[in-house]
Nanobody, 131 residues
């Protein structure tokens, strides 16, 4: 059973930065596409970013971002440490949410990944951006 544990959330001021980490155990981390999702209070969970296991996504590139975070957030991974990261810069109040790490073991399509069709999920870490 794959376990994902997020860390790095907290309170930050508008314009600030945070780096989230997600440590994986119990599976073959390097074979998973990893993603970050978030859920703001009163809203549906939404896709944030994804990084492919290796070799690039079928649709091109190794990473993929939602329009709302493109240019501000960066997803990366360290397969030697079974960890995926989300560097978040230029944070604003709309980024306030619980951030979840997730893993896909099936090589799913972009639609499936963006739609949250992942196999494993962490419990989340709260990010609060204050003005």
């Amino acid at each position: 059973q794959v376990q994902l544990v997020e860390s790095g959330g907290g309170l930050v001021q508008t314009g600030g930065s945070l780096r989230l980490s997600c440590a994986a155990s119990g599976g073959t981390f390097s074979s998973y596409t990893m993603g970050w999702f978030r859920q703001a209070p009163g809203k549906e969970r939404e896709f944030v970013a994804a990084i492919n296991r290796s070799g690039g996504f079928i649709w091109g590139g190794n990473t993929y971002y939602s329009d709302s975070v493109k240019g501000r957030f960066t997803i990366s991974r360290d397969n030697a440490k079974n960890t995926v990261f989300l560097q978040m810069n230029s944070l604003n109040s709309e980024d306030t949410a619980v951030y979840y790490c997730a893993a896909d073991s099936k090589g799913s399509s972009r639609r499936t990944i963006v739609g949250g069709g992942m196999d494993y999920w962490g419990k989340g870490t709260l990010v609060t951006v204050s003005s």
